[in-house]
């Protein structure tokens, strides 16, 4: 699940081109322009645009994982079958591997920009983030039981080699999208949210419903019908989601309460499918499913 926009030089790639690939999504549509800015005052500090040939492992990690949290279905593997550069995108596979809906009968990838990869001892640099503008276009999938996501955790999270359980790393779920939510159009529907410690007498649980941001897409439109700009507007005192520029939610992270926020993160592009966010895929939902990330840029004032 970096950033984005504004005037950038250099860029001219492949992309947008047609491909031969099977998939439940159009590929590379050519009549959806990249045509982001970032608006006034943002500088580009860093990004990746996924124009090499391989994902650039220094940056990226395919995080295996067997059994994911929430009662996903699927595993993460950690090749290059299921993430890679196609096109110049980063390309993220979901694949049925057993013709059964249960868990382990699915496969997928998910992608850290982690210090140190996978256990934080890879010597992988990776990157983290602090503050800024974040952001990523996206292509996603879409189709029962699917849940994909661009989100974050604080680079200190025990999974990865820190010494800091979640919640209380932090989180910060800047894309999730999943067929069961708003009833209708689970598909047109983006959700972002925050993560984090209890409050002091546990006032303030972490909780979905108390620091997200929803937004439905309107007339039955999906998420995945083209590409689109999913970002955060990160500062000392709060957090904007936006979707296509438009702002969608905001919360406030005065370093008083919510001081997890106020240290560095890093980056996590996933496909999950079925589990607590989203209802399991059935028989009908097409396989192979590929998430396209055109790319991901760090803005900064």
């Known amino acids: 699940m970096l950033v984005v926009l504004a005037g950038f030089a250099g860029c001219a790639t492949n992309k947008g081109k047609a491909d031969d690939k099977i998939g439940a999504i159009p590929v590379y549509p050519a009549s959806n322009p990249d045509s982001y800015m970032p608006g006034a005052g943002w500088k580009l500090a860093w990004s990746d645009e996924f124009d090499q040939s391989e994902l650039d492992e220094n940056v990226w990690t395919r995080q295996p994982m067997k059994f994911p949290y929430n009662n996903e279905m ?128 546990n006032t303030r649980k972490q909780n979905l419903c108390l620091d997200s941001a929803l937004t439905t897409l309107p007339n039955g439109e999906l998420l995945g019908s083209k590409f689109r700009v999913y970002e955060i507007e990160w500062d000392k005192d709060k957090i904007v989601w936006k979707l296509d520029g438009v702002q969608f939610g905001e919360a406030s992270i005065s370093e008083e309460t919510r001081d997890e926020f106020h240290k560095e993160f890093y980056a996590i592009f996933n496909i999950a499918v079925g589990g607590n966010f989203t209802v399991s895929p059935d028989d009908e939902t097409p396989f192979p499913q590929y998430m396209y990330v055109d790319w991901i840029r760090h803005y900064t004032r």
């Not at 974040?134 to 604080?154: C, E, K, N, T, V």
């Not at 990865?160 to 598909?187: F, H, K, M, Q």
Request: net charge negative.
């Open 74 to 201: 699927q595993q993460y593997l950690g090749d290059a079958s299921v993430a890679y550069t196609e096109n110049g995108y980063m390309v993220i596979k979901a694949d049925r591997v057993r013709e059964t809906n249960t868990r382990g009968s699915f496969t997928s990838a998910r992608v850290i920009s982690n210090p140190g990869g996978a256990d934080g001892n890879s010597g992988a640099a990776g990157k983290t983030f602090l503050y800024g503008k974040i952001a990523a276009r996206i292509q996603l999938p879409y189709g029962r039981g699917l849940w994909p996501a661009f989100w974050m955790l604080g680079d200190n999270v025990s999974e990865t080699g820190g010494d800091t359980n979640w919640p209380v790393c932090g989180e910060i779920d800047i894309l999730e999208s999943g067929s069961n939510r708003a009833a209708g159009n689970g598909d047109g529907t983006v959700s972002g949210a925050l993560h984090h410690d209890p409050s002091p007498n």
